[in-house]
T-cell receptor
Framework: DAKTTQPPSMDCAEGRAANLPCNHS???????VYWYRQIHSQGPQYIIHGLKNNETNEMASLIITEDRKSSTLILPHATLRDTAVYYCIVRVRDYYSGGGADGLTFGKGTHLIIQP | DAMVIQNPRYQVTQFGKPVTLSCSQTLNHNVMYWYQQKSSQAPKLLFH???????NEADTPDNFQSRRPNTSFCFLDIRSPGLGDAAMYLCATSRDLTTGNQPQHFGDGTRLSIL
């Protein structure tokens, strides 16, 4: 089962910042937080990941709370092409210490709709 | 510039007729994965290869098999497809297993229909 909880859907106006929350209250110290998105009829696309510090790349920013029990993905200036399902996933830091499971366990994600 | 390539994008087969889906990668990654994504659901891992070592998920049906003849290619074989196997099949890669600090890279999938 997925170890994350996300709202099923969100709307955001084009040009505004989209803030997508994720709850991962049972995350352990050796697990990363990953974000992927899936645009209709395409494969999931990697966005960003982090362990405990906030991270930023050309696509988004990731804010992780100090207790690591939740995080927020920020798309700073949303466009219509950002309409997609966004998945927040926790992933074990070390394959061998995590019992050998290496695939991504996807939850239901958040369907983000960017409104013109 | 596609790095994980799945062919074909759409595949139609008959009930019970074996079908093979293919995936190739230009990243020279050690790990290749197959996921199944049914309509309106999230992707679900079927199995993965680390180099030549095959790792099956516990609940993956025996009807699903995989082959990895070399680093670049991986195949998904469905021996006797049933109507419930209609889905998008996604291939993904990652550089290695030894750390979680590596994203997986996905192809755009093959959508399989069963007649």
């Amino acid at each position: 089962d997925a170890k994350t909880t996300q709202p099923p859907s969100m709307d955001c106006a084009e040009g505004r910042a989209a803030n997508l929350p994720c709850n991962h209250s049972t995350i352990s110290g050796n697990e990363y937080v990953y974000w992927y998105r899936q645009i209709h009829s395409q494969g999931p696309q990697y966005i960003i990941h982090g362990l405990k510090n906030n991270e930023t790349n050309e696509m988004a920013s990731l804010i992780i709370t100090e207790d690591r029990k939740s995080s927020t993905l920020i798309l700073p200036h949303a466009t219509l092409r950002d309409t997609a399902v966004y998945y927040c996933i926790v992933r074990v830091r070390d394959y061998y210490s995590g019992g050998g499971a290496d695939g991504l366990t996807f939850g239901k994600g958040t369907h983000l709709i960017i409104q013109p | 510039d596609a790095m994980v390539i799945q062919n074909p994008r759409y595949q139609v087969t008959q009930f019970g007729k074996p079908v093979t889906l293919s995936c190739s990668q230009t990243l020279n990654h050690n790990v290749m994965y197959w996921y199944q994504q049914k309509s309106s659901q999230a992707p679900k891992l079927l199995f993965h290869y680390y180099d030549k070592d095959f790792n099956n998920e516990a609940d993956t049906p025996d009807n699903f098999q995989s082959r990895r003849p070399n680093t670049s290619f991986c195949f998904l074989d469905i021996r006797s497809p049933g109507l419930g196997d209609a889905a998008m099949y996604l291939c993904a890669t990652s550089r290695d297993l030894t750390t979680g600090n590596q994203p997986q890279h996905f192809g755009d999938g093959t959508r399989l229909s069963i007649l």
